[in-house]
C-alpha cells in the first residue's frame, strides 16, 4: 500500500541542488511526485510510494542537506495515485 509524503523544508535549502538532489533519490526509490521552491525560501515535496521508500527518501534527502535544513513540517497521508513519475516544478 502506498502512502502520500508532504515536506516543506527550511533553512538555506534553495540554491544547493535540492529539487535535483530530489529528483534524482526519487528515481533511485521508485517514488513518484514532485519537488518545488516556494517563494518563502522553502523547498515543498510531494511523493507517493510505499511507506518504507518514502521513509528512506526523507532519510536520505536529510543526510544529503543536514548542513542546510533548519527544519521541516511533515505530514503523512493514504496515497491518491495521481503521479507517473517523479518532477521539479517550476
Sequence with gaps: MNNRLHVVFSGRVQGVGFRF?????????GVMGWVRNLKSG???????AP???LRDF???LEEHFSGYIQD????????RGEF?????RF
Design 51 to 53: 511507506d518504507q521508500a
Design 58 to 60: 526523507l532519510a536520505r
Design 84 to 88: 507517473k513519475g517523479f518532477s521539479v
Design 21 to 29: 538532489t530530489a529528483e534524482s533519490v526519487a528515481h533511485s526509490l
Design 42 to 48: 522553502e523547498v515543498e515535496v510531494v511523493a507517493e
Design 72 to 79: 521541516k513540517k511533515v505530514s503523512w497521508e493514504e496515497a
